[in-house]
């Protein structure tokens, strides 16, 4: 059974730093891609960075060169290095795996974490 499970979000001042985890079970990541996701209040899903199962990153233009997503193979998480935070990064962040193409419309991941708050003050 695949299972992930997103945690790492809290409040912290505009420029602060956060890193997301997201524990991985029932899968290996040269299987499945994995995506980081964000949905702020009132606005749809998107797609914040994503790892390939061969091993490719990608970010969205939003976030690329403050965020950088890790992965720890020998303890099945990926991680989210947040830096240089600011107020419209405020969303709940999830982690969703699938096999799939990065890039991907998000309702098309098969599996998913429960979201973690990130609260970034201004």
């Known amino acids: 059974e695949v299972q992930l499970q997103a945690s790492g979000g809290g409040l912290v001042q505009a420029g602060g730093s956060l890193r997301l985890s997201c524990a991985a079970s029932?899968?290996?990541?040269?299987?499945?891609?994995i995506g980081w996701f964000r949905q702020a209040p009132g606005k749809e899903r998107e797609g914040v960075s994503c790892s390939s199962s061969s091993g490719s990153t990608y970010y969205a233009d939003s976030v690329k060169g403050r965020f950088t997503m890790s992965s720890d193979h020998a303890k099945s998480t990926v991680y989210l290095q947040m830096n240089s935070l600011k107020p419209e990064d405020t969303a709940v962040y999830f982690c969703a795996a699938g096999s799939i193409r990065c890039g991907s419309p998000w309702h098309r991941w098969a599996y998913w974490g429960q979201g973690t708050q990130v609260t970034v003050s201004s």
């Open positions: 029932g899968f290996t990541f040269d299987d499945y891609a």
